[in-house]
């Protein structure tokens, strides 16, 4: 596992965890080992930068498979794209809303995927993912409950 992918993921769980207070995954301690058990997870874990037109930087298995696509376009593609364009000032409050206050949770709203099917999303928790100096470097989401529309 490219050791970008990992220190990405141990900014998720850590920020997870100062947000939320409840570990994402259990941690046993090897870095490696619980990157790939988050890339291997059964609930979708999804990240953005905080470029000004924020990109997908991360996600797991469980979103590749949901969204249709494979990591090298999923991670090149402005998260806003996940949205319909509809749908995407109620996203962009949420996001701003989870900026404010570090996270939020039981969003629930819809996205589409890479062939232009839409699903909703279910209790979603939006958090801002921090980096080794405790600043903000982005926002991530996971959940576990969609339905296809």
Request: glycine letters at 6%.
């Amino acid at each position: 596992m490219q050791e970008a992918v990992i220190r990405h993921t141990q900014r998720l769980l850590r920020s997870f965890y100062h947000w939320t207070g409840a570990p994402l995954l259990p941690n046993d301690g090897d870095q490696t080992a619980l990157s790939q058990a988050l890339f291997e997870a059964p609930f979708v874990v999804v990240s953005h930068g905080a470029e000004a037109d924020p990109i997908l930087n991360y996600g797991n298995r469980q979103a590749l498979k949901l969204w249709r696509i494979e990591w090298e376009q999923f991670t090149q593609t402005p998260s806003r794209l996940t949205a319909e364009p509809m749908e995407r000032a109620d996203r962009d409050r949420l996001l701003q809303q989870a900026k404010a206050n570090g996270f939020i949770n039981n969003y629930q709203g819809v996205r589409i995927c890479s062939t232009g099917q839409r699903f909703s999303i279910h209790n979603v928790i939006l958090w801002t993912v921090l980096d080794e100096k405790g600043v903000g470097c982005g926002q991530a989401a996971t959940f576990d409950q969609w339905t296809f529309l």
